[in-house]
């Protein structure tokens, strides 16, 4: 691609040359359509726009050192997308339906395909919206499903170096039993307000706790959460934490080289047990911690001193990329190689 400088990407929006659509009407989903414009036509009274109706998912195409297109683990994104669908009560989206949509948008803009080695990915985003126009708070009863792509590399400016989070109590990412579960824009916007303070601060993200006692870990903002403990890979478990891919397929990692995988409640106290604790996620992949500081009560938590990441993440960092790449054998069938 002309004057792209792969190995400088942002985490960024990039003009592609394709996206592809597909819209529900009258009780079912029509074809797929692709177009080249970034615009929707949308009616003012569209149900995402005054109720929220949305849902989107994140996931990555890579280009190995062979040549060849993968994306990872796309049935998890279209089951996940199904479950925030039934969340908010939109249409669901068939997983077969999904699954080729993105073959056919990786397709037409493999051109945006970063190179082997350049530390960047090709970033999908599907996205799924409610356009039937509502006054009344209900579910509309018109759907569009939309993905679209742009060439992005680390998310975190850092790459895969340690960072520093803070704990606010102040704020909640999401209710006890509300949509933390669901991959849905509210829970996003809900974050910005401690997210913007946590960075003018210097920090890269908030470590919420949990909403109802603020007496354990949920996630990162953008991302779940997980230490390292002797030969142990823990993890929280609660009802308003997004069931992370990448945590997922990190948890059978660990799993598969003899370490114990805990997914439980994690007190706040605990952090200070922890050897290596870091945020894990489709954009970042795993985001090592070097520190976490606990602003109510000015407490620090520190897993480095040399700005290294420790050694587990390294491993797990390094397993779960070569999976992606195609550099190691996949033995758990999470990568797609698109033709």
């Known amino acids: 691609m002309e004057n792209i400088n792969w190995s400088g990407l942002p985490f960024g929006y990039l003009k592609t040359d394709y996206n592809v659509r ?6 079912k989903w029509g074809e797929l ?12 009274a569209a149900t995402c726009l005054h109720y929220g109706q949305e849902s989107f998912e994140g996931l990555k195409a890579f280009k190995g050192k062979d040549g060849k297109i993968r994306v990872f683990r796309m049935d998890e994104n279209a089951k996940r997308m199904q479950s925030s669908a039934r969340g908010i009560r939109m249409a669901e989206f068939p997983q077969e339906m999904f699954e080729e949509a993105v073959r056919k948008v990786v397709k037409l803009n493999k051109r945006f395909i970063p190179p082997y080695e350049s530390g960047s990915a090709l970033y999908i985003r599907p996205l799924l919206i409610g356009l039937g126009a509502q006054v009344g708070v209900q579910p509309a009863n018109e759907y569009m499903f ?6 992005v590399g680390p998310y975190f400016k850092e790459g895969f170096k340690p960072t520093k989070v803070c704990i606010l109590r102040e704020y909640d990412r999401a209710a006890p039993h509300g949509t933390g579960t669901y991959k849905v824009g509210g829970n996003y ?7 913007t303070l946590a960075n003018s601060k210097g920090y890269a993200a908030v470590l919420y706790l949990d909403p109802k006692e603020k007496k354990y870990l949920d996630e990162c903002g953008p991302a779940n959460f ?3 403990k002797g030969n142990s890979y823990i993890t929280p478990k609660s009802d308003s934490i997004l069931p992370s891919i990448t945590n997922k397929s990190l948890m059978q990692l660990a799993e598969d080289t003899g370490m114990t995988v805990e997914r439980r409640p994690v007190p706040v106290e605990e952090l200070a047990d922890f050897d290596e604790a870091a945020e894990c996620g489709t954009a970042a992949v795993i985001a090592p911690l070097s520190q976490i500081d606990d602003l109510d009560t000015n407490k620090s938590y520190t897993f480095t001193t040399d700005n290294k990441p420790g050694a587990i993440c390294v491993k797990l960092y ?3 990329r070569a999976i992606q790449y195609g550099d190691e054998p996949d033995p758990y069938g999470w990568v797609t190689v698109i033709d």
């Open 22 to 27: 597909c819209y529900y009407r009258d009780g």
């Open 33 to 44: 359509e692709v177009t080249s414009s970034e615009i929707i036509n949308i009616h003012m």
């Open 146 to 151: 939309l993905v679209f792509v742009t060439p």
């Open 189 to 195: 916007a809900a974050s910005l307000a401690a997210g």
């Open 226 to 228: 997980f230490g390292i």
């Open 318 to 320: 390094n397993k779960l």
